[in-house]
C-alpha cells in the first residue's frame, strides 16, 4: 500500500508562488506516472500536472509557463512549483500516484490565492 502526503499548500496574493510537496512511502523511480489534480466545489477534479517514468511531462493549458511538475527519485518526493498565481488557481491540491493499473491519491493540500 502507498501512501501519499501532500504538503506546501497555504494562502498566498496574486503573482505569488508556492511549493507543493508530495512525499511517499514506496519508491517513486518504481512509479509509471504521478501527478497533481486539483478539485474546487462543484467542479469535476482535474488534472495540473503529470510527470511519468520517463519524466516526460504535460500541464493543462490555463497553468503552462507557470507551474512545474518534479520528481526527486531520491527522496521519493513529487513537487509542483507554481509560480505566477491566479485566483483561479484556488483549490484542493490532490497528489497521485500510478502503479501499473492502481491508482494512489493524497488527502490534498489547500491553496488559496487572494486577490
Known amino acids: 500500500q502507498v501512501q501519499l502526503v501532500e504538503s506546501g499548500g497555504g494562502l498566498v496574493q496574486a503573482g505569488g508562488s508556492l511549493r507543493l510537496s508530495c512525499a511517499a512511502s514506496g519508491s517513486i523511480s518504481s512509479f509509471n506516472a504521478m501527478g497533481w489534480y486539483r478539485e474546487v466545489p462543484g467542479k469535476q477534479r482535474e488534472l495540473v500536472a503529470a510527470?511519468?517514468?520517463?519524466?516526460?511531462?504535460n500541464y493543462t493549458d490555463s497553468v503552462k509557463g507557470r507551474f512545474t511538475i518534479s520528481r526527486d527519485n531520491a527522496k521519493n518526493t513529487l513537487y509542483l512549483q507554481m509560480n505566477s498565481l491566479k485566483p483561479e488557481d484556488t483549490a484542493v491540491y490532490y497528489c497521485?500516484?500510478?502503479?501499473?493499473?492502481?491508482?494512489?491519491w493524497g488527502l490534498g493540500t489547500q491553496v488559496t490565492v487572494s486577490s
Open positions: 497521485n500516484a500510478q502503479i501499473r493499473r492502481t491508482y494512489y
Open positions: 510527470i511519468t517514468l520517463g519524466v516526460s511531462t
